[in-house]
């Protein structure tokens, strides 16, 4: 039972457009929904997160939109450089235990 | 300021060995986590500890131990290594609320022949 998806394994996107990542949830007792970027042999990096009574939050050129009736959360990166290139993760945090989805790579053409 | 870090970067063992994975943080975080990560998925959560003396199993703790006796140091250790246990352990860490995120470690890549 996966409880967080992300349904596209990879998107690629031109440098300087939006990126749009995609996450879907079934489990309704997340507190707060978060986005990690990860390298190749690096462990994840804290990217953005989201409360669940919330539904934006903003950082800089990333921006976590949640859409609790279709328990749907997305992260936009504006405008979309070559170093995003990466594999993006979103999380559901849970009385202290995050459930992952199976990442996005996101590759940035020049 | 280390953040997390992790020790050993590699390790093979042979099946039936026992082995302790390394993390110490220096954050003074409570919160400290132990995840895997196979191919093609997500990370999954092993053992997960609120602060010292207290430890409790996450998703898939069968085959692996925990114990928490200092706030920095949260080993892991593999009983008997089994092939099925082949797999990158990252250790995270975390201020007490949640919207901060976790900070991990580098890794360990682990192979059980």
């Known amino acids: 039972d996966q409880q967080v998806k992300q349904n596209s394994p990879s998107l690629s996107v031109q440098e300087g457009r939006i990126s749009i990542l995609n996450c879907d949830y079934t489990n309704s007792m997340f507190d707060y929904f978060l986005w990690y970027k990860k390298y190749p042999a690096e462990g994840p990096t804290f990217l953005i997160s989201i409360s669940s009574i919330k539904d934006k939050n903003e950082d800089g050129r990333f921006t976590v939109f949640l859409n609790k009736s279709a328990k749907h959360l997305s992260l936009h990166i504006v405008p979309s450089q070559p170093g995003d290139s990466a594999v993006y993760f979103c999380?559901?945090?849970?009385?202290?235990?995050?459930?992952w989805g199976a990442g996005t790579k996101l590759i940035i053409k020049p | 300021n280390a953040g997390v870090t992790q020790t050993p970067k590699f390790q093979v063992l042979k099946t039936g060995q026992s082995m302790t994975l390394q993390c110490a943080q220096d954050?003074?975080?409570?919160?400290m986590s132990w995840y895997r990560q196979d191919p093609g998925m997500g990370l999954r959560l092993i053992h997960y500890s609120v602060g010292a003396g207290i430890t409790d199993q996450g998703e898939v703790p069968n085959g692996y131990n925990v114990s928490r006796s200092t706030t920095e140091d949260f080993p892991l250790r593999l009983l008997s290594a089994a092939p099925s246990q082949t797999s990158v352990y990252f250790c995270a860490s975390r201020e007490d609320s949640a919207n901060y995120g976790y900070t991990f470690g580098s890794g360990t890549r682990l192979t059980v022949v």
């Open positions: 999380a559901g945090d849970s009385n202290y235990q995050l459930i």
């Open positions: 954050m003074n975080h409570e919160y």
